[in-house]
């Protein structure tokens, strides 16, 4: 079994930054992939970023790129934690984000075993 809590979501304004964390516990060694996902009012979950624990691999959204950065901080084999700074946030940036792990790279959500209860964002104009 894999747990993950999301934390550090809040308001606020355009241009603002914000940090979210995603701790890890449990059973995760065979999951080395980490992703977040979004999803707003009335819109399915979409595709963020992801990386392996490893740090070799990171993938990001085109909506994303440049403004978010995915990273790991390694705490020990059974607790772990992956940061999502996200910089020059935007209005269309407000959802609900998710971080999720799985077995293999992907951006499709069902590439995706276990999944955190999520951490609001909302970006004001």
């Known amino acids: 079994q894999v747990q993950l809590v999301e934390s550090g979501g809040g308001l606020v304004q355009a241009g603002d930054s914000l940090r979210l964390s995603c701790a890890v516990s449990?059973?995760?060694?065979?999951?080395?992939?980490i992703g977040w996902f979004r999803q707003a009012p009335g819109k399915e979950r979409e595709f963020v970023a992801y990386?392996?624990?490893?740090?070799?691999?990171?993938?990001?959204?085109d909506s994303v790129k440049g403004r978010f950065t995915i990273s790991t901080i390694s705490r020990d084999n059974t607790k772990n934690t992956v940061i999502l700074q996200m910089n020059s946030l935007k209005p269309e940036d407000t959802a609900v984000y998710y971080c999720?792990?799985?077995?293999?790279?992907?951006?499709?959500?069902?590439?995706?075993?276990?999944w955190g209860q999520g951490t609001q964002v909302t970006v004001s104009s």
């Open positions: 999720a792990v799985g077995r293999w790279l992907g951006v499709r959500p069902r590439n995706y075993e276990y």
């Open positions: 449990g059973r995760s060694f065979d999951m080395p992939v």
């Open positions: 990386i392996t624990w490893s740090g070799s691999n990171t993938y990001y959204a």
